[in-house]
């Protein structure tokens, strides 16, 4: 695959632990569930989650 898919895909889960850790989620847990499911995990922080 490309590199730059990789690099994508990481950035992407950057910005989801940091969304999370703005709803006081674990960002470390949703860093790797990033990197497991990538857009999907954006969708759930996004559409789902609250804010404690």
Same mark, same amino acid.
């Given at each position: *695959? @490309? /590199?730059?898919?990789?690099? &994508?895909?990481? %950035?992407?889960? +950057? #910005?989801?632990? &940091?969304?999370?850790?703005?709803? @006081?989620?674990? &960002?470390? @847990?949703?860093?790797? +569930?990033? =990197?497991? =499911? &990538?857009? #999907?995990? %954006?969708? #759930? +922080?996004?559409?789902? *989650? /609250?804010?404690?």
């Amino acid at each position: *695959m @490309n /590199e730059q898919f990789y690099v &994508g895909w990481g %950035t992407l889960a +950057l #910005i989801n632990a &940091g969304i999370a850790q703005g709803k @006081n989620r674990s &960002g470390l @847990n949703w860093f790797l +569930l990033s =990197l497991l =499911l &990538g857009p #999907i995990a %954006t969708f #759930i +922080l996004v559409a789902f *989650m /609250e804010k404690k």
